[in-house]
């Protein structure tokens, strides 16, 4: 099995018969390193520049992709960019994470807001369309950009979380409203807050009576899986039930890491 230089290096054959990446920017990563979503979050590739040899952009399209990061922002963890082939110039993993001329071309035919999330956002962050539900976004920030994201207005604001003093507008709306039944709490990616914020989160919309259902959105299980750790699904468990909504949209996409971290969610 090939692995990057040094000790306890992480093997590169995640798969059989995936081909082993050339040339990432991590040769000495170690095992304990490369399963910690810590270093994962930062070290995430974030610009055009970095992706540049890893996927053999000529320089002009290296300029026409930075003028896209200048609109839409890159962010794609080591983890995911294991995970693409790169001698494939449709692969279906890359599509989904590496920026694309696409974006750049179709800003004046698309919508900033397709869904019209903004129209029925009665307070700053809040969505509140069907009478019995709602859709909290807590966070700005992704551990993983995805091309097709339907959010991708919010980028621009930065990559800030949602401070007390916002979430707890939004938890008051939620306590007048006693239709409300079921919460979406989304963003960005709810699950890369720091656990304290994802359980204060939690907490006080348990303390919502009128609340049945509360519904996480996040794509973590397959961008980012080593993020399902011990400590978050205790918080899980002690709020519990909460349902994940995630997505894979490649078999690629589940491997190890992501099949452990969907099991502790269903055990959590």
Same mark, same amino acid.
Request: net charge negative; with cysteine.
């Given at each position: 099995?090939?692995?990057?230089?040094?000790e306890?290096?992480?093997p590169?054959?995640?798969?059989?018969? &995936?081909?082993?990446?050339v040339?990432?920017?991590?040769?000495q990563?170690?095992?304990?390193?490369?399963?910690?979503?810590?270093?994962?979050?930062?070290?995430?590739i974030?610009?055009? $520049?970095?992706?540049?040899?890893?996927c053999?952009?000529t320089?002009?399209?290296?300029?026409l992709?930075?003028?896209?990061?200048?609109? +839409?922002?890159?962010g794609?963890?080591?983890?995911?960019?294991? =995970?693409?082939?790169?001698d494939d110039?449709?692969?279906?993993?890359?599509r989904?994470?590496?920026?694309s001329?696409?974006?750049?071309?179709?800003?004046?035919g698309?919508? @900033?807001?397709p869904?019209?999330?903004?129209?029925d956002?009665?307070?700053p962050?809040?969505?509140?369309?069907y009478? @019995?539900r709602?859709?909290?976004v807590?966070?700005?920030?992704?551990?993983? +950009?995805? &091309?097709?994201?339907?959010?991708?207005?919010?980028?621009?604001?930065?990559?800030a979380a949602?401070?007390?003093?916002?979430?707890?507008?939004?938890?008051?709306?939620?306590?007048?409203h $006693?239709?409300i039944?079921?919460?979406?709490?989304?963003?960005?990616?709810?699950?890369?807050?720091?656990t $304290?914020?994802i359980? +204060?989160? =939690?907490?006080?919309?348990?303390?919502?009576?009128?609340?049945?259902i509360?519904?996480i959105?996040?794509?973590?299980?397959?961008?980012?899986?080593?993020r399902?750790? @011990?400590?978050?699904c205790?918080?899980?468990?002690?709020?519990?039930?909460?349902?994940?909504n995630?997505?894979?949209?490649?078999?690629?996409?589940?491997?190890?890491?992501?099949? &452990?971290?969907? @099991?502790r969610l269903l &055990?959590?």
């Open positions: 099995m090939d692995t990057r230089p040094g306890d290096a992480v590169l054959r995640r798969a059989k018969g &995936r081909p082993a990446p040339g990432l920017p991590w040769p990563v170690t095992q304990e390193q490369w399963n910690d979503y810590r270093w994962q979050l930062s070290h995430r974030t610009s055009v $520049e970095d992706l540049r040899g890893l053999g952009f320089p002009e399209e290296t300029r992709l930075s003028r896209v990061t200048d609109l +839409y922002r890159a794609i963890t080591p983890y995911y960019l294991s =995970l693409v082939r790169f110039p449709d692969d279906p993993i890359a989904q994470a590496v920026p001329a696409e974006e750049y071309f179709g800003v004046e698309g919508e @900033d807001d869904l019209e999330e903004e129209k956002m009665p307070v962050g809040l969505t509140h369309r009478p @019995d709602c859709l909290m807590v966070t700005n920030f992704c551990s993983m +950009y995805c &091309r097709h994201c339907t959010r991708k207005r919010i980028w621009a604001l930065g990559e949602k401070t007390e003093f916002e979430l707890t507008k939004m938890f008051a709306y939620i306590r007048r $006693e239709e039944r079921d919460v979406i709490v989304s963003g960005g990616d709810p699950m890369t807050l720091p $304290e914020r359980e +204060y989160i =939690l907490k006080n919309l348990r303390k919502i009576p009128h609340v049945e509360i519904r959105g996040t794509r973590v299980p397959s961008v980012l899986p080593m399902v750790d @011990d400590e978050l205790a918080v899980l468990e002690k709020y519990g039930p909460v349902w994940i995630t997505q894979f949209n490649h078999p690629r996409e589940v491997t190890a890491e992501a099949r &452990r971290a969907c @099991d &055990r959590a």
